[in-house]
């Protein structure tokens, strides 16, 4: 135990890896629309964010979870879907009156060619303007899935019609 006042304990949500407060003050000086981006082994969560004094608000959200009500019969923790939860979130964004916004992938790290640009991909795909590099999304046939299954790059086309309908 510490005995002198030079002692200073992190904050919690820093302790625990899920807040870099750095990263995060320089993503609300910019006073646009966060674009955040999490996933887990099962699914990806897509939400368009707005700082409040008084708490974030959530403006739009897409999931893979949702997607199931839309018809899809695939996996929700690969690439085709976090583009899909990315365009979902992306069409209810651009319905709430967004247009453009920041990409915010929190602690987790960025892989070029991964399930966090996927998601980035559908939100631009959707009609969100999103500043990305275009080398960092992965290649068009990941997106749709022709590398997991001949039938998947249908089965994404038709769950996109059923979203922008």
Do not use: C
């Amino acid at each position: 135990m510490a005995k002198n006042n030079r002692f200073n304990l992190p904050f919690r949500r820093r302790r625990q890896l899920k807040t870099d407060y750095k990263k995060r003050l320089t993503l609300l000086k910019s006073r646009e629309p966060r674009l955040v981006v999490r996933k887990s082994n099962a699914n990806t969560v897509v939400q368009i964010i707005e700082y409040r004094p008084d708490g974030d608000v959530i403006l739009a959200q897409g999931s893979t979870a949702q997607l199931a009500d839309l018809g899809w019969k695939a996996s929700a923790g690969n690439v085709p879907a976090a583009y899909l939860a990315g365009y979902l979130a992306g069409i209810r964004a651009k319905q709430a009156g967004v247009t453009n916004v920041i990409a915010d992938l929190g602690m987790q790290k960025p892989f070029h060619g991964g399930r966090l640009f996927a998601a980035i991909k559908g939100a631009i795909d959707a009609g969100l303007t999103v500043p990305a590099s275009e080398s960092a999304f992965p290649a068009e046939d990941r997106l749709t899935g022709a590398h997991i299954d001949d039938s998947l790059p249908k089965l994404v086309e038709a769950v996109k019609k059923k979203v922008g309908a």
